[in-house]
């Protein structure tokens, strides 16, 4: 699968905004797109002054930003949109918790990663396991009542000590509960789109896919 290996402050410039890639650093580091308000590459200064953008590509990149902060391929994101869409409800509200609802995405938001790339990881690694079974799937989708803990050989790991003792770590989110001490989590409740802090617009998303 093909996966980008450059600089991801790139990514947050091409969007116009930090997508926190970085995870605990983006919170005191100076981002890059704070200092350079405009796209990468040479044309990036001359972009900003171009003509309105159309419906399209505005659905496009919120596509691209939601996707990116996920760390997701197109097949991956376009396979989640097609569960959500035979889903009963609200289809942006169903993607976006669909996507908080993978165990790379649990794990970062417990605390036990800076960022999701460094969750995914850890899953993949299989120092993550869920109910007592190791998982090593990054797309495992977690229920309500799941627990997710590191397994006892992974519980000091460097990688962990450091996220877990950050001092600009994200707030726990009020549908998971975690024993720091014991390296253990657990899903909670299964969460509503107000429960997520993502600063998206999925309905673009929906229109993009539904064209």
Not at 121 to 142: E, I, M
Not at 156 to 165: H, K, M, P, T
Request: net charge positive; glycine share 6%; hydrophobic share 35%.
């Amino acid at each position: 699968m093909a996966r980008y290996t450059g600089p991801v402050c790139r990514r947050c410039r091409r969007e116009g905004q930090k997508l926190f890639l970085k995870g605990s650093k983006c919170y005191t580091e100076k981002c890059p797109v704070e200092r350079r308000q405009y796209p990468p590459g040479q044309h990036g200064p001359a972009s900003v002054r171009r003509r309105k953008q159309s419906d399209y590509a505005v659905q496009l990149r919120e596509k691209q930003k939601v996707k990116r902060i996920y760390g997701l391929q197109e097949k991956q994101f376009r396979n989640i949109f097609t569960y959500a869409a035979n889903r009963p409800g609200v289809t942006g509200e169903n993607l976006i918790v669909a996507l908080e609802s993978r165990l790379d995405n649990v794990v970062f938001r417990m605390g036990f990663a800076a960022n999701r790339r460094q969750a995914r990881q850890l899953v993949r690694h299989r120092h993550v396991a869920v109910n007592g079974q190791t998982v090593n799937v990054p797309s495992f989708r977690v229920s309500a009542g799941d627990e997710v803990a590191l397994r006892p050989k992974s519980r000091n790991l460097e990688a962990v000590e450091v996220s877990l003792g950050a001092r600009s770590r994200p707030p726990l989110l009020d549908w998971l509960a975690l024993d720091e001490e014991k390296r253990v989590g657990r899903v909670t409740r299964v969460p509503t789109r107000g429960d997520i802090p993502l600063a998206a617009q999925e309905q673009l998303i929906v229109e993009l896919y539904s064209k």
